[in-house]
C-alpha cells in the first residue's frame, strides 16, 4: 500500500477542486453556512473539502483502485465522494476534511447521516496555505452510529468521532480497497 505523508494538491486535481468550488459557491446549503463570511466563504469552504477529497483520489490512483468519482450536478448535494465495489457490494465513501490544528474530531450531520447515509467515512487534515493534505484515518456509519456521540456547537447535531476513534488507513486498504474491483455489482 502506498501512503504519503502528505499529498500536495496540484496540477488537474487543483484545477478540480477550484472549479467545482466556483462553480457550486452559490448553490451551497445555507444550512452549512455555520462559517462567518458569506458567499465568499462558502466558496472557499467548498474548495478545502474538495482539496482533501483530492488528496483522498490521489491515495486511490497511487494504488491502482477502481472508484467512481462523484460527479453529479454542483447544484445539488453530493450522493458520495466517492463510490468504491467489490464483487459483493458497493459502499459510498465521505471524505471530511478539517482546517485547524485544534481540530481534533470529524463531524457529521445527523440529519445528513440519516437521509443520505455513507459507509464509510475518512479524515482528512488540510494545511491550506500549502494545498497539502494529510489523510489522518477512517470510520465506518456503524462506529459512527455505535459511538452515538452527537454534540451541538450552535447550528445543527452533529455525530461526533474523535482522532482516538478513527482506524488506519492501512485496515481501510486491506479490509476492503483492496477487493474492489472494475467488474464490481456496479459495473
Same mark, same amino acid.
Given at each position: 500500500m502506498?501512503?504519503?505523508?502528505e499529498y500536495r494538491i496540484d496540477g488537474p486535481l487543483l484545477h478540480e477542486?477550484?472549479?467545482y468550488?466556483?462553480?457550486?459557491?452559490?448553490?451551497t446549503s445555507d444550512r452549512?453556512?455555520?462559517?462567518?463570511?458569506g458567499l465568499n466563504n462558502k466558496k472557499i469552504k467548498m474548495f478545502e473539502g474538495k482539496l482533501g477529497e483530492k488528496a483522498f483520489k490521489q491515495f486511490l490512483l497511487d494504488n491502482g483502485i477502481?472508484?467512481?468519482?462523484?460527479?453529479?450536478?454542483?447544484? +445539488?448535494?453530493?450522493? =458520495?465522494?466517492?463510490?468504491?465495489?467489490?464483487?459483493?457490494?458497493e459502499y459510498l465513501l465521505d471524505v471530511k476534511t478539517r482546517t485547524k490544528s485544534f481540530h481534533t474530531r470529524t463531524l457529521e450531520m445527523v440529519e445528513q447521516a440519516h437521509s443520505h447515509p455513507k459507509d464509510i467515512f475518512v479524515s482528512a487534515r488540510l494545511h491550506p496555505e500549502r494545498y497539502v493534505v494529510q489523510l489522518l484515518g477512517w470510520y465506518s456509519y456503524e462506529d459512527m452510529t455505535t459511538a452515538g456521540?452527537? +454534540?451541538?456547537?450552535? =447550528?445543527?447535531?452533529n455525530f461526533v468521532m474523535y482522532d482516538s476513534d478513527l482506524r488506519p488507513l492501512d485496515e481501510l486498504y486491506h479490509l476492503?480497497?483492496?477487493?474492489?474491483?472494475?467488474?464490481?455489482?456496479?459495473?
Open positions: 502506498i501512503l504519503r505523508n477542486a477550484l472549479t468550488a466556483d462553480l457550486s459557491g452559490a448553490y452549512h453556512d455555520f462559517h462567518a463570511g477502481p472508484f467512481i468519482e462523484d460527479h453529479s450536478s454542483w447544484t +445539488e448535494r453530493d450522493a =458520495y465522494d466517492f463510490l468504491l465495489a467489490t464483487v459483493e457490494a456521540r452527537i +454534540e451541538n456547537n450552535g =447550528y445543527l447535531d476492503l480497497l483492496v477487493h474492489c474491483v472494475e467488474g464490481g455489482v456496479l459495473y
